[in-house]
């Protein structure tokens, strides 16, 4: 069976802190994408990855940054937490070409106090 | 500028009646559609996709039509059961393997 695998279901952090969420998959997919979903903003893209050591901004990409040093592997890092970036993170990946899906992690659920 | 837009945050039906969930797009280079389902505190999961060459496509309960003239696709299920109660989001893709969802539809079956 596929599967995505996020690291922590629920992580509880302090302002300022560094924060990494990991995440690895096991389908050999090149795309690997970082969401967070908020009440009533659905899933809005923060980062994704084409490659290995390749990145790209998505619609909300401030105050993260991610890393891609495996194909497996895809990690974002929240260089500061803020009280507003408590959110759902969702991991997503999919191979490249044409009508494929995505499949996502089961979430962490980050709280910043 | 939201590209995807699911302009009804909420949904409730009885159960073994139709629901029925829509979306609308404005890109008219997005070439396949996907519904996902999710439940609280766990990631979406695929239901089913149709490619715009398609109008509609069927698999068990679950029918996606997409009306491209409108930019508009729906998501038919039919029986609604209780365990069909979760947020469902719509989301497009373009042909550059970038994909843009919804806001959410939390549908409610009630028993």
Redesign the interface.
Known sequence: DVK?T?SS?YLVKRTGEKVFLECVQDMDHE?M?W?R?DP??????IY?S?DVKMKEKGDIPEGYSVSREKKERFSLILESASTNQTS?Y?C?S?S????????????T?LSVL | DQQVK?NS?SLSVQEGRISILNCDYTNSMF??F?W?K?YP??????LI?I?SIKDKNEDGRFTVFLNKSAKHLSLHIVPSQPGDSAVY?C?A?D?G???Y????TSLTVIP
Do not use: H, I
């Not at chain 1, 009533?40 to 893209?45: E, S, T, V, Y």
């Not at chain 2, 969802?101 to 959410?104: K, Q």
């Open positions: 995505v996020q279901r795309n994408f969401y979903q009533g903003l659905g899933l809005r893209l994704f084409y759902m969702l997503a999919s490249r070409g044409l009508n494929e899906k995505l499949f996502f992690g089961s979430g659920q | 699911q945050p070439d396949y996907l996902y999710k505190a766990e990631g979406p999961t695929f996709s490619s989001f989301a893709a042909t393997n970038q994909f969802f919804g806001t959410g």
